[in-house]
């Protein structure tokens, strides 16, 4: 009996102050950038990107200056990705083949910043903060 009062007042307390299960908190406007996949085609090595738009506004225009290393940390190679317009709450897949360059050796990407921006341009992914995640063994860095 004792044992049941203790929990009944637990429980009591608990709904008193407010503690109830955390609920799932929406992230600030962002926009997210995923390197999915990685793979060898032909003579390229191409680069599979998933990009959402939670930025809360259309972009007409999407480009990233991306900077390629190598497994031992030496430049490959320094690029602009247009990822093209993306439209607010829509999710993307966007493919780049860049030649000169082995998936194998494929250390990481940089994501320089975005591109084509300036004060007189105000695009929205010139300000909205990039959220990165890569699914393959190469990082997304910023």
Do not use: W
């Amino acid at each position: 009996m004792r044992f049941i009062q203790t929990v009944a007042a637990f429980a009591t307390v608990l709904l008193m102050t407010g503690a109830a299960p955390a609920q799932s908190q929406e992230k600030a406007p962002h926009i997210a950038l995923e390197l999915n996949k990685i793979e060898v085609s032909g003579n390229t090595c191409r680069l599979s990107f998933v990009m959402e738009n939670q930025s809360g506004q259309d972009l007409d225009v999407a480009s990233y200056e991306i900077v390629v290393f190598e497994k031992d940390n030496v430049i490959n190679q320094m690029s602009v990705f247009d990822f093209g317009a993306l439209p607010k709450a829509k999710t993307i897949v966007r493919q780049f083949e860049l030649s000169n360059l082995t998936c194998e050796d494929t250390g990481k990407l940089l994501i320089n910043g975005p591109a084509g921006c300036s004060t007189e341009i105000a695009s929205g992914h010139c300000t909205a903060p990039l959220s990165l995640q890569s699914r393959t063994g190469v990082s997304l860095i910023q």
